[in-house]
């Protein structure tokens, strides 16, 4: 499964989100800081979900990272916009 699957399927079974994009970003950033050339370095999500709606803003980035888990140490930076 590419990284990309592996975060729509955490984060779907985490939340159940009404909607989710996951932007690879990776290709606007070749040749900067943390390009380690796999074209998985960078991402954009935004995801709505009620669960996430509750909460406070930090407290919706920690159940993303969360949710995550081990993707948030293989990819450099992710982008995110939850509500």
Known sequence: MNVRDE???RLTAAFAPQELEI???SHRHA????DDG???SHYRIRIRAA???AM????RHRAVNRAL???TT????????IG
């Open 74 to 81: 293989r990819i450099h930076a992710i982008a995110l916009d």
């Open 69 to 71: 888990g081990d993707l």
């Open 7 to 9: 975060i729509a399927a």
């Open 56 to 59: 406070g803003r930090v407290d």
């Open 23 to 25: 932007e690879n970003e």
């Open 38 to 40: 796999s074209g998985d």
């Open 51 to 53: 669960s996430l709606a």
């Open 31 to 34: 040749g900067h800081a943390g």
